[in-house]
């Protein structure tokens, strides 16, 4: 991603590459989606468990990346540490963690 930072005045002016961005979080978001795609698929309870795996591990790997994908966006994409992302993130992470 091309950004630049010029101050003048103690104002802070920030120029992004538009197209850089797009491309960048578009793959973000296909490999949040992803993730979240194999996190539902292992709560499943009719979804396939490897030998020598148990679920439990199978869904803690798959939250482990989807946590991953969330923090990455976060640290990337400033604009998405809302009450609207962090909330439900949150509450994905706790109802899992209950079960």
């Known amino acids: 991603?091309?950004?630049?930072?010029?101050s003048s005045e103690n104002v802070n002016d920030i120029t992004i590459d538009e197209s850089s961005l797009s491309e960048d979080l578009?793959?973000?978001i296909e490999l949040f989606s992803e993730h979240i795609n194999r996190l539902k698929i292992s709560l499943d309870s009719t979804s396939y468990v490897p030998d020598g795996e148990s679920?439990?591990?199978q869904i803690h790997a798959a939250l482990s990346m989807v946590s991953q994908s969330v923090r990455d966006?976060?640290?990337r994409y400033p604009l998405f540490k809302t009450s609207h992302v962090l909330i439900p993130t949150?509450?994905?992470v706790h109802s899992i963690k209950g079960k």
């Not at 991603?1 to 010029?6: G, Q, V």
């Open 55 to 57: 679920k439990c591990v």
């Open 1 to 6: 991603m091309a950004c630049s930072w010029s």
């Open 73 to 75: 966006l976060l640290v």
């Open 26 to 28: 578009l793959r973000d």
């Open 90 to 92: 949150s509450q994905l």
